[in-house]
């Protein structure tokens, strides 16, 4: 039986609220200053509370055309984000202490702010993709 367009787009959301949340506590609870990349992917999350909200109040699978846009650039700029962190390089992004320091490391650093955003990203994508290939007939039994 396939998931519903709609819990799967609200799940998509509470995942969006959550990151974007987690991101707003870190800057403003905490009080780290967030780095380039950690701006760009705020840019690229932010807007996914609101139109995967709205598309999963109305049932728009199509809003895939949409998210996924953001989604992919936002796994991109989190991918290179961790791997400088794994790999410092010096590079022109120095707000809040440069995009390869790690601010706020948890479970013994195996966690960080753009891990976090990585992961938000790809169960974006993922659940969204899933949206997008049940509005396209591709679930089982169809």
């Known amino acids: ?21 987690g991101s707003l506590f870190f800057s403003l609870g905490l009080g780290l200053v967030p780095c380039e990349l950690c701006w760009y992917q705020r840019i690229l999350m932010y807007p996914l509370v609101v139109v995967l909200g709205v598309a999963a109040a109305e049932e728009r699978a199509d809003v895939y055309r949409t998210v996924l846009p953001l989604s992919t650039l936002g796994i991109l700029v989190s991918s290179y984000h961790v791997y400088i962190q794994l790999f410092p390089v010096s590079t022109g992004c ?32 993922v659940l969204v993709g899933v949206v997008a290939r049940g509005r396209n007939g591709a679930w089982a039994g169809r």
């Open 1 to 21: 039986m396939a998931p519903s367009t709609r819990a799967v787009l609200a799940l998509s959301t509470l995942v969006a609220a959550v990151a974007t949340v």
């Open 94 to 125: 120095t707000l809040g202490g440069g995009c390869s320091s790690i601010q706020y490391p948890m479970l013994g650093g195996l966690l960080t702010i753009p891990r976090l955003a990585l992961i938000a990203f790809v169960l974006i994508t």
